[in-house]
């Protein structure tokens, strides 16, 4: 009678789970908003851990919901996500709206994960309170500062390619990146020589390695990205103790020995210093606490090398598959160095206008990051519907997906450049394109990313030629355990000196 009884209470719980999930999963047709079937508990993310990356998708959602509405409805097993498939409401979202989705809704457990406090996490006051401090730091006059910084880092790469290349000839140029973008991200964001060109097993280099390698892991992902408070009370952890205890160890290096030396190196680190408040526990009005300014530290490292780096292994490939675009570009970097007496310039690169033509178009095919996550802070009625998106409810843009529909990019698998001419731009809608995000949140460290990656194609294009190696498989396969949009088994180019 006592094992009936057991079974009889087993079966009870299972179906008051089961109601309650098939409720959970009833949230998008209880409110009328077109949404795809869920599976029971998985929602629709079965395929997420080993065949589809979190950009395809969402490119997937975007297609199947297209058309029939501002946006519809899927789960993320059982929790609704709405998927924007309207331009306007991307606008609305972004920009015209901004006061109903200020949030990421992102993990933070600043106790347990010191770093994970970065500007990119933080929600409301919070935010807006620290994009203020830091947004003086990504001027064009501090740019201009930190050129020098970066250009030194440039040529140290060049130097260490020719050298390369004298050896070999097809070289996986996808690490050899990285590891450009760590030296000049190591040495603007905390005055650290990494010499990760020579030495691929540099500190920085390694422990960046650490930190994506640690973000591999879709279903992980999802607990972060779209259950953070179940996330923080089951202690998952964004950053690996490892990784955080190094890089918090050298922000307080560095404070320390600047402070005591007196040292003025005018990169983000010097900035960051000049808002610290001496009381270091605390932030205060235009001040920085000591956890503050290493959170800040470590997103600005890990943003700038994966994201610019990303993007320029993508920009190399698409180059080596249109031989013409490349020599087109190449011969632009030639005109625009004569024109300022062979020198590399922060006005000569900012002069090497269709360099951002080719940059542009090589984001809309790979964006770094893509899909943009917001929340709702409070209820919002969709214009022109009856829909109430509530509270707390997460929001994707398909960054990939719209990027890629042919409705708004003709032809979207082509590459090429004359589509961000001024006069096709204006033909299209103002938010077709956003792989930094757009309005008060879009990506703060923007104009660094573009210039150090700028910096680094003028060296390429000027010196080298590419063409796809042998070990290159076209097209390449994307990683779909990383959150960055990034080739699985990295990019290997035939890299001749011109």
């Not at 279903?219 to 490892?242: C, M, Q, T, Y």
């Not at 990303?310 to 190399?316: E, P, R, S, V, Y």
Request: aromatic residues 12%.
């Amino acid at each position: 009678m006592a094992a009936l009884d057991v079974i009889i209470a087993v079966a009870i719980v299972a179906l008051l789970v089961y109601l309650y999930v098939v409720r959970l999963q009833s949230y998008w047709a209880r409110r009328n908003v077109p949404y795809l079937k869920p599976e029971f508990f998985y929602g629709n993310t079965r395929t997420i851990e080993n065949t589809e990356t979190f950009g395809l998708l969402f490119a997937r959602f975007y297609n199947e919901l297209k058309g029939l509405g501002p946006f519809g409805g899927v789960y993320m097993f059982a929790k609704p996500i709405a998927v924007v498939t309207d331009l306007e409401m991307v606008r609305n979202v972004m920009v015209k709206d901004f006061q109903y989705f200020t949030d990421r809704g992102m993990f933070m457990n600043e106790t347990q994960d010191p770093l994970s406090a970065h500007l990119f996490n933080l929600p409301g006051s919070r935010w807006r309170d620290l994009r203020q401090k830091l947004t003086p730091t990504f001027t064009s006059g501090k740019m201009k500062m930190m050129f020098g910084t970066i250009l030194a880092a440039a040529n140290q790469f060049n130097d260490f390619l020719s050298e390369k290349v004298d050896g070999e000839t097809e070289l996986e140029i996808k690490d050899l990146l990285a590891r450009f973008t760590t030296d000049v991200i190591g040495s603007c964001a905390f005055g650290i020589e990494c010499n990760s060109m020579k030495d691929p097993d540099a500190s920085f280099r390694v422990m960046g390695r650490r930190f994506m390698d640690n973000q591999r892991g879709q279903i992980k992902n999802v607990f972060h990205n779209f259950a953070p408070e179940l996330a923080k009370k089951v202690g998952i952890s964004v950053i690996d103790r490892i990784a955080s205890d190094f890089f918090i160890g050298v922000v307080r290096e560095t404070i320390d020995f600047r402070l005591k030396n007196n040292i003025k190196r005018n990169d983000f680190m010097d900035l960051l210093i000049q808002m610290r408040n001496p009381d270091e526990g605390k932030s205060g009005e235009g001040l920085l606490s000591f956890n503050e300014i290493a959170a800040q530290s470590f997103v600005f490292y890990i943003a700038g090398f994966e994201t610019s780096s990303t993007l320029l292994t993508w920009t190399l490939y698409e180059l080596s598959l249109n031989p013409d675009i490349q020599e087109k570009g190449r011969q632009h970097v030639l005109d625009i160095l004569e024109k300022h007496d062979g020198q590399i310039t922060y006005e000569s690169v900012n002069d090497s206008t269709y360099l951002d033509k080719i940059f542009n178009e090589a984001l809309r095919k790979y964006p770094p990051v893509p899909i943009h996550f917001r929340e709702a802070v409070k209820d919002y009625r969709v214009p022109n519907t009856k829909i109430i998106i509530e509270k707390g409810t997460r929001i994707i843009i398909p960054v990939y997906g719209i990027q890629h529909d042919p409705e708004v990019f003709p032809d979207p698998k082509r590459f090429d450049p004359e589509r961000f001419t001024p006069e096709e731009v204006a033909k299209r809608h103002p938010f077709a394109w956003t792989p930094f995000g757009e309005g008060p949140r879009i990506c703060i460290g923007l104009r660094f990313g573009m210039l150090q990656a700028k910096i680094g194609l003028i060296h390429l294009l000027k010196n080298y030629r590419f063409s796809l190696g042998k070990k290159c498989k076209v097209p390449l396969n994307l990683d779909v355990q990383n959150v960055i949009l990034s080739p699985k088994e990295g990019l290997w180019l035939n890299t001749q000196k011109i």
